[in-house]
């Protein structure tokens, strides 16, 4: 149930910004942003250790994360594959696999310029482009207020003024900090604990990054406990 925070800016050439929430079981383990796969050397993500795919991949002006959607395909439990290859193929300019042995899941894809989300409920996939503006995501659709953190900080996001240095994330980030006054339990929470509703997920860490033409420069930090607010300090 992770989330995701994008602006796509009006002027056509201006970086588009991002800020993605991981959700995770903290016992299953992952490689920090980094280069893990030899085949594609100009890649770098977030490894999950034991599938070998990424939940967040960036390479040569491109950036994809996938986040987990309601649905399941009609397969027995054994046929059904890891989702972990969306966001490296998408990271190295690859077409999509097809998805119809993997369970639901939002693909936030950045390149060339332009964003869009390709959404799988486990019987239909469906593409979005994503307009200027700052939008949100997580496990229903784009901007939807079915996800109520959506609902309750959208405007939030969007009122933000981004910086324009090294720093440019931290506005977003103050305001990701005030949104956890509401406790990681909270339907509203983007720091979550997500146990009571019966998923072993927490909030484990989180990435920016600013796309433009040809170049991402994308940043990673943890939490210092799943699910607890802790000052991220991104490198």
């Known amino acids: ?63 994809a994360v996938t986040l987990n959607r309601h649905g399941e395909p009609d397969l027995s439990p054994e046929r059904i594959v890891s989702r972990g290859s969306l966001a490296l193929d998408a990271a190295a300019g690859r077409p999509q696999p097809a998805p119809h042995a993997m369970r639901g899941f939002n693909l936030v894809s950045v390149a060339e310029g332009a964003a869009r989300v390709t959404s799988w409920d486990g019987d239909r996939m469906t593409q979005e482009e994503i307009g200027p503006g700052t939008h949100m995501l997580a496990h229903h659709d784009l901007d939807d207020p079915r996800s109520e953190r959506i609902a309750a900080w ?8 981004l910086g324009v240095g090294e720093d440019w994330y931290q506005p977003w980030i103050r305001l990701l900090e005030r949104t956890t006054e509401v406790g990681p339990t909270d339907d509203r929470a983007i720091v979550r604990d997500n146990r009571p509703l019966g998923y072993p997920t927490l909030s484990t860490l989180a990435c920016v990054a600013r796309i433009g033409s040809g170049a991402v420069d994308v940043r990673y930090a943890e939490f210092d406990a799943p699910g607890e607010w802790s000052p991220l300090l991104f490198a």
Not at 154 to 161: L, N
């Open 1 to 63: 149930m992770c989330t995701v925070v994008i602006r796509v800016p009006e002027t056509v050439g201006t970086p588009i910004s991002l800020l993605a929430v991981r959700d995770e079981d903290p016992a299953r383990p992952w490689n920090p942003l980094g280069r893990w796969w030899p085949d594609d050397p100009d890649v770098a993500g977030v490894q999950d250790r034991l599938a070998g795919g990424a939940w967040l991949a960036a390479g040569r002006g491109r950036l």
């Open 154 to 161: 959208r405007e939030g996001f969007a009122e933000v003024e």
